[in-house]
């Protein structure tokens, strides 16, 4: 083992939760920070074939296109839903 290098071993889920909920509420946001900048923002989940779709729609006219503007009011309205 390296200077200055500790080993642990490996630790259940339940155990790394156990661990997780024992921080304090400082140590336990950091935490949730940290991890949730490991995850993929939500929404960016789009298939190509998705896509593909989406942009024939829109060529087409099965799809209403809207201004930005348009979309952020839209958005606010269903979230005051």
């Not at 921080?23 to 190509?48: C, H, K, W, Y």
């Not at 942009?55 to 269903?78: K, L, M, P």
Request: net charge negative; hydrophobic share 35%.
């Amino acid at each position: 083992m390296s200077p200055g290098r500790c080993y642990f071993p490996a630790m259940s889920l339940a155990e790394v939760e156990k661990q997780a909920l024992a921080l304090n509420e400082e140590e336990r946001g950091r935490l949730a920070a940290l991890l949730l900048e490991t995850l993929p923002p939500p929404g960016t989940d789009v298939s190509d074939e998705e896509v593909l779709q989406r942009d024939a729609d829109a060529e087409s006219g099965r799809a209403e296109e809207i201004s930005h503007e348009e979309f952020v009011r839209r958005v606010e309205q269903e979230r005051r839903r």
